[in-house]
């Protein structure tokens, strides 16, 4: 039987989704933690696990603190035989993530010269990888998959209730307003400029001072235009605000891979991003949402969408997530694995 270490253990659905469906295929899967303060238990569930059987590690985007950790978990799985491959998410850290953007970029060449092949979510990614990172390693792309599974939904009408949203208005959605790169500013810089039955919602923990500031500043400007609570949602809370709301807007500065706009669509929203990353690959222009560029046709495209049109829209959103089978993306990495193993 095919043994498998996935790291780290707590990663979001992708990594939970993945083990899952390797598991129905038969391949046993154990979970290595972030490399971090507990970097002697993450070696020695290594050591534990190599003693076990275990010989290829899927590294998920960069579990480490420092490049010191990076250093001595290569070491350790060289020494132990433990082959690597590498799932990269991302092109950059969503912020500087090793000190300056000079050692992530470093950090991201070291796990590439580890890893025996790598792994993309999207042809536009690869060819962005091999352009900053060169070609010396493998890169397989295996389109991410839905969230079907682990969601919660919840009833639209109970949820506005709820949450107090009116039923003639057009409600906006932001969730995890944490990030700048998610953009924030223009979220806020577009939904203000709407019509009057365009609501804008920011839900979830925010962490960043200067970013709830900003929230904050057009709250109390423009009351009527913005329903913000900036704290910890849980998962219920998470699917009455999806569920209450008809866009999910997430007009991104920077990003590779968005689980954000996966759990949007696997939860049946009309989506307005910007065209970054795999952008496009979930959202498909006119069906299920909109792919923009600039501020101008963000709010363009808001304006055409109503409620009705944001219903069908969010209907076609949930037919593409289906479309993305995990099944499928199980099978693709253990052919990775195997590939790996054998080389």
């Not at 792994?119 to 990888?129: D, G």
């Not at 969730?175 to 019509?195: C, D, E, M, Q």
């Amino acid at each position: 039987m095919l043994r498998v270490l996935l790291c780290p253990d707590s990663s979001g659905p992708h990594l939970t989704l993945l083990g899952k469906y390797l598991t129905a295929i038969d391949v046993r899967v154990r979970m290595v933690p972030w490399f971090g303060k507990q970097t002697a238990w993450s070696m020695a569930k290594l050591i534990a696990y190599r003693l076990g059987g275990y010989r290829v590690m899927n590294l998920n985007w960069l579990p480490f603190n420092n490049l010191t950790e990076m250093r001595l978990a290569r070491w350790t799985c060289r020494i132990l035989g433990i082959r690597t491959v590498w799932t990269v998410h991302n092109l950059s850290p969503h912020s500087v993530q090793f000190g300056s953007r000079e050692a992530d970029a470093e950090a991201m060449r070291y796990v590439m010269d580890w890893s025996r092949e790598l792994v993309v979510h999207s042809e536009r990614t690869r060819s962005e990888f091999q352009g900053l990172f060169g070609s010396s390693r493998p890169v397989n792309v295996v389109p991410l998959a839905n969230y079907l599974d682990l969601i919660q939904t919840a009833d639209p009408q109970a949820s506005r209730k709820k949450l107090h949203f009116p039923e003639d208005k057009v409600m906006v959605l932001m969730l995890g307003p944490s990030r700048w790169n998610k953009g924030i500013r223009s979220f806020l810089k577009v939904v203000s400029t709407l019509p009057d039955n365009y609501v804008g919602v920011l839900a979830g923990g925010c962490r960043n001072p200067e970013i709830r500031d900003l929230i904050t500043t057009y709250q109390r400007s423009q009351p009527q235009k913005f329903v913000v609570r900036l704290e910890h949602l849980s998962e219920e809370e998470v699917a009455e605000y999806y569920a209450a709301s008809d866009i999910f807007f997430m007009p991104f500065e920077d990003i590779t891979t968005s689980g954000s706009i996966m759990e949007a669509i696997s939860q049946g929203k009309a989506v307005v991003s910007t065209d970054k990353g795999n952008m496009r690959m979930l959202v498909v222009d006119g069906e299920n949402g909109y792919v923009v560029s600039t501020e101008e046709e963000m709010a363009s495209r808001l304006r055409s969408i109503d409620r009705e049109i944001a219903r069908r829209m969010g209907v076609r959103s949930l037919e593409i997530a289906r479309s993305t089978d995990w099944s499928e993306t199980a099978s693709e990495y253990k052919e990775i694995f195997e590939r790996v193993l054998s080389s």
